[in-house]
């Protein structure tokens, strides 16, 4: 049986997607990280408590700045950087016409 999360705990695999769409998200718009929509946390969460999303984007947006070279988070925020200028770019081509005989999927 597997063992199951713990009450108020915050599934790890999930901060970390939320901390990279909001990376990213930062990147497409030119935004301030601050402001990324992915920073809601839960209901009656805590400030600084474990379910509070913001505090993880806060800290990987820092560390990715302020870290050594070769590091964890500054490699991470060069594949973000690789990512969002791949999806802005893929966001920003018109849409090709439909060639004759395609059918919609």
């Known amino acids: ?6 009450a108020g ?4 695999a999930d901060r970390k997607r939320n901390t990279v769409s909001a ?8 935004g301030e990280h ?3 929509p992915h920073r809601r946390s839960a209901p009656g969460f805590r ?5 509070d999303r ?5 800290r990987a947006w820092w560390r990715a700045r302020n870290n050594e070279p070769h ?15 791949d999806l802005a770019w893929r966001i920003d081509q018109p849409p090709q016409p439909a060639a004759p005989g395609d059918s919609p999927t």
Not at 23 to 30: A, H, R
Not at 54 to 58: G, N, P, Q, R, V
């Open 1 to 6: 049986m597997a063992e199951l999360p713990k």
């Open 34 to 36: 601050r402001f990324a």
């Open 54 to 58: 913001s505090l993880d984007i806060d």
């Open 71 to 85: 590091r964890y988070y500054p490699q991470l925020d060069a594949v973000c950087e690789r990512y969002a200028a």
């Open 9 to 12: 705990r915050t599934d790890r």
């Open 23 to 30: 990376l990213i998200w930062t990147k497409v718009t030119q």
């Open 47 to 51: 400030p600084g408590a474990p379910e």
